[in-house]
């Protein structure tokens, strides 16, 4: 039994993230009291992400337990390097803030590179921000995710055990960013100090540039207060959405949106029109 769930620990983790993701979206429902509808349709679609992450999730959970143990097996990375290599704290500790720095690289890659722009974009198109979000992630863009996930281990050494760690806590924190739910001012300032929090995420999430481009971390905030990428927006003035895609009916569908990456306006995502579109174009929420 243990075994199987290492080795499927990708697709198990997929279907605990699924679970944890629909009781979050039932809160979301009754203690906001949001439309129905709105909410129900845009779950619907995101959900079928799920199904196409799964067998990606299977096949790659599979190559990350062998690159693993064979980094571990030979001493092969940045922590054999590292005094007091076998400390659990350098191990578990050290390692993981090392994975969350790699991961604030591997989001910085994916804005800021076209051809990887092209299929994270499709996260960004939801003209709104709920649980639901966190499973929107184009297929194409969970094998780009798993081949720097695969990087990530032949560079740092990371073991297996502290792979289903961080992604543990990563899958988590990601699913408390994407909530529709917001921390008072108080506790968002003082958690936000370190950690990602849904009202940082959220900003994340605006329609427009710069702040896209903004508030990259996964679990930790110090990367985006280090690099200069750490931005705060009031709620009041967060337009969730893309402005290359408002109004486009694609992004209310899974067809649609699995043709986005490879349709022309896709590469103008990050063009100059971008930054000087007028603010004024905003979604038409009555077409969720
Ligand atoms: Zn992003």
Redesign the pocket.
Known sequence: MEEFFVENAGSTQTVLFAIFVSMLWLMEKLILAQPWRMKFCRAFHNSLFVLSALPIELCCGLLCLALASWVTAHHWGLLYLLPYADNPWVKYGVMFVVLDFLDYVY?QA??QTPGFWRF?LV??TDLAVDASTSVREHPGETLLRNAFIFAWILLSGASFELLVLRQTAQSVCTIFAHSAFRLPAVPARVIGWVFITPNLHHV?HHFALPYTNCNYGDVFSIWDRLFGTFVTLPAEDTLFGLDTHLNDESTGTFLGMIAMPFAGRASAGKGFSRLFRPKTNKPDLAKI
């Open positions: 989001h994916m804005h994270h996260h960004h994340h």
